[in-house]
């Protein structure tokens, strides 16, 4: 089976330089081509089960509601990218995720909130406080947990790319604990 994840956010929260990383960090992952999308493949080992996943990195606001909302048919699972640097972006993850839900035919879906551009915290005025995203979290949790979805919260450099792979497997092994539940 092949797994569909989006990544999600606003525009200019590094969507794409996240995306990219997959790219540079994750063995076997190939960009493919596809309309108006940036789609990359790749598998991954979990549980012993391999598994097909395409990403695709989708534009921001930029993209008609009506564009963007097909794209979420059949989704999988996402990730939702803030700009730690930016509280407005952080704001607008429950837009994305909200979006996400009405739009790809299994309601709530496993989720993965990524404070984005760590490497700036140091030297921004602004920055959020990661409590708050884990808070964010912990409540999208208790409101999902009659439909068995596990969401997790991150943050990373996208320079960097470092723990892609533990973010990638962490939303993998969700959306499989979502898909197949243990009876």
């Known amino acids: 089976m092949i797994y569909k994840i989006l990544v ?104 993965v909130l990524i404070g984005n551009k760590t490497d700036l915290r140091a030297t921004s005025q602004r920055t959020l406080n990661p409590i708050d995203a884990k808070e964010y979290v912990f409540r999208l949790n208790r409101t999902s947990q009659k439909d068995n979805v596990e969401n997790h919260f991150f943050e990373v450099s996208s320079k960097s790319g470092k723990g892609i792979s533990l973010i990638i497997d962490q939303l993998l092994e969700s959306i499989l604990k979502h898909r197949f539940p243990k009876k």
Do not use: M
């Open 8 to 111: 999600l956010g606003d525009y200019n929260v590094g969507k794409s330089s996240f995306f990219q990383q997959f790219e540079k960090n994750i063995p076997g992952a190939t960009k493919k081509p596809s309309i108006k999308l940036d789609l990359i493949e790749f598998t991954r080992k979990i549980g012993g089960e391999q598994i097909t996943v395409n990403l695709f990195d989708i534009p921001g606001r930029e993209l008609s509601n009506a564009n963007r909302s097909k794209h979420y048919i059949g989704v999988h699972g996402a990730f939702v990218i803030f700009d730690i640097c930016s509280p407005n972006s952080f704001r607008h993850a429950p837009f994305w995720i909200e979006e996400l839900i009405n739009y790809n035919g299994f309601g709530k879906v496993p989720v």
